[in-house]
T-cell receptor, first 113, second 115 residues
Framework: EAGVTQFPSHSVIEKGQTVTLRCDPI?????LYWYRRVMGKEIKFLLHFVKESKQDESGMPNNRFLAERTGGTYSTLKVQPAELEDSGVYFC???????????FGEGSRLTVL | AQSVAQPEDQVNVAEGNPLTVKCTYSVSGNPYLFWYVQYPNRGLQFLLK??????LVKGSYGFEAEFNKSQTSFHLKKPSALVSDSALYFC?????????????FGAGTRLFVKA
């Protein structure tokens, strides 16, 4: 069974540019989460999808971040325009039930110069 | 506000010795508690969880964790450390909110096991 996959693994962009991160969850997992970790700090919750619906987007930093999950399968997280403070590792995770363990992808490292 | 604290940035232990990685939390209600491990260039992997019942839960790779409600702690333990246990460990708490269950994480503790 394939795990959670994320693309790209690393992206380097300049301030003001746009980046789109993609996450493919484990097949059959309705719950999909996005998290971000800035160097040495906690893994911060961004948002939670249940199928194609946003269940909780309270962690999204501002309106420069847009997440979608069309059709309830893969998800994208777009940052437009990117700022220096957006640098970090963006993790995607999925789960079968909300109260169960999360299955994580390897993360997408974003560097904004 | 809900939070998870891992007071140690790094824990150093000799191979064969017992290890403890500390975690305390502040959430309302009865949370679900988790430990995850991250090896270099990999995603986080689930180790164990506590939902209810026995305060000592056992997980993968010989790890266990003890839930202490009065101290709001969920420390990770292993009786005999291995060099291969060296990794980054994250404590996590899942609790109900307006948007369903939300899982929040601590900042992580790096475990270094010396041969």
């Amino acid at each position: 069974e394939a795990g959670v996959t994320q693309f790209p693994s690393h992206s380097v962009i300049e301030k003001g540019q746009t980046v789109t991160l993609r996450c493919d969850p484990i097949s059959g997992h309705d719950n999909l989460y996005w998290y971000r970790r800035v160097m040495g700090k906690e893994i911060k919750f961004l948002l939670h999808f249940v199928k194609e619906s946003k269940q909780d987007e309270s962690g999204m930093p501002n309106n420069r971040f847009l997440a979608e999950r069309t059709g309830g399968t893969y998800s994208t997280l777009k940052v437009q325009p990117a700022e220096l403070e957006d640098s970090g590792v963006y993790f995607c995770a999925s789960s079968q039930v909300m109260t169960g363990e999360l299955f994580f992808g390897e993360g997408s490292r974003l560097t904004v110069l | 506000a809900q939070s998870v604290a891992q007071p140690e940035d790094q824990v150093n232990v000799a191979e064969g010795n017992p290890l403890t990685v500390k975690c305390t939390y502040s959430v309302s209600g009865n949370p679900y508690l988790f430990w995850y491990v991250q090896y270099p260039n990999r995603g986080l992997q689930f180790l164990l969880k506590y939902i209810t019942g026995d305060n000592l839960v056992k997980g993968s790779y010989g790890f266990e964790a003890e839930f202490n409600k009065s101290q709001t702690s969920f420390h990770l333990k292993k009786p005999s450390a291995l060099v291969s246990d060296s990794a980054l460990y994250f404590c996590a708490v899942s609790s109900p909110g307006d948007g369903g269950f939300k899982t929040i994480f601590g900042a992580g503790t790096r475990l270094f096991v010396k041969a």
